[in-house]
């Protein structure tokens, strides 16, 4: 894991938002970062090669939207400058109150 990957889990792994995640979630062929199972939601982290790979990620998100899931993406650098704002987007997609 990624320093930002690792500082997202110690958020998500507690069950502050009121879901269990899990990480690195098999999707085949693809392996998700974190995904709460019960809300169909997947998280994905992108480091500074996502911005040259912005095709290949666009085709994974529609890849992993047409098996149903919903996609939310942050850099790297917005879970390492601004935890809480990564945690409060999250928490308004599954519907969620921080606890």
């Given at each position: 894991?990624?320093?930002?990957?690792?500082?997202?889990?110690?958020?998500l792994?507690?069950?502050?938002?009121?879901?269990?995640?899990?990480?690195?979630?098999?999707?085949?062929?693809?392996?998700?970062?974190?995904?709460?199972?019960?809300?169909?939601?997947?998280?994905?982290?992108?480091?500074?090669?996502?911005?040259?790979?912005?095709?290949?990620?666009?085709?994974?998100?529609?890849?992993?939207?047409?098996?149903?899931?919903?996609v939310?993406?942050?850099?790297?650098?917005?879970?390492?400058?601004?935890?809480?704002?990564?945690?409060e987007?999250?928490?308004?997609?599954?519907?969620?109150?921080?606890?």
């Amino acid at each position: 894991m990624t320093d930002a990957e690792r500082k997202l889990w110690l958020r998500l792994n507690v069950r502050q938002l009121g879901v269990k995640f899990r990480k690195q979630v098999p999707v085949t062929p693809y392996i998700a970062d974190f995904a709460c199972l019960e809300r169909g939601l997947i998280i994905e982290l992108d480091g500074g090669q996502h911005d040259e790979n912005r095709a290949k990620d666009e085709n994974r998100t529609r890849y992993l939207e047409a098996k149903g899931y919903r996609v939310l993406r942050f850099w790297n650098t917005d879970v390492m400058r601004n935890i809480e704002g990564v945690v409060e987007a999250i928490a308004r997609e599954i519907g969620g109150k921080i606890e």
